[in-house]
């Protein structure tokens, strides 16, 4: 069973930088695609970013291009999103979610499609 814990939300004042970070206690996630989602009170979960099991080609929400970057430490099993120029609109709880082998899923900006969910971990940005 994959269970994916994140960690490192908290609050931040606009233009501030924190890193997320995802990890699979039991298992490696070196195997698996996997993407960070958001979701802001009252709306629908958001893609924010992607990184392929190799972890050589990246795909980001249009929102967040430029500022956010998503990497992954396979000897740390381990994948982190580093959010930088945060704005108040970036305020939500953050997803990391994994897409398991063998049939990677082609359409990665849809939360439907990946088959492990952590437990979220809250961001807030301040004005």
């Known amino acids: 069973q994959v269970q994916l814990v994140e960690s490192g939300g908290g609050l931040v004042q606009a233009g501030g930088s924190l890193r997320l970070s995802c990890a699979d206690s039991?298992?490696?996630?070196?195997?698996?695609?996997m993407a960070w989602f958001r979701q802001a009170p009252g709306k629908e979960r958001e893609f924010v970013a992607h990184?392929?099991?190799?972890?050589?080609?990246?795909d980001y929400g249009p929102s967040v291009k430029g500022r956010f970057t998503i990497s992954r430490d396979n000897a740390k099993n381990a994948v982190y999103l580093q959010m930088n120029s945060l704005q108040p609109e970036d305020t939500a709880v953050y997803y990391c979610?994994?897409?398991?082998?063998?049939?990677?899923?082609?359409?990665?900006?849809?939360?439907?499609?990946?088959?492990?969910w952590g437990q979220g971990t809250q961001v807030t940005v301040s004005s």
């Open positions: 039991g298992r490696t996630l070196s195997r698996y695609s």
């Open positions: 990184i392929r099991w190799g972890g050589t080609n990246t």
């Open positions: 979610a994994a897409d398991v082998p063998p049939n990677y899923t082609i359409h990665y900006t849809r939360a439907m499609d990946y088959d492990y």
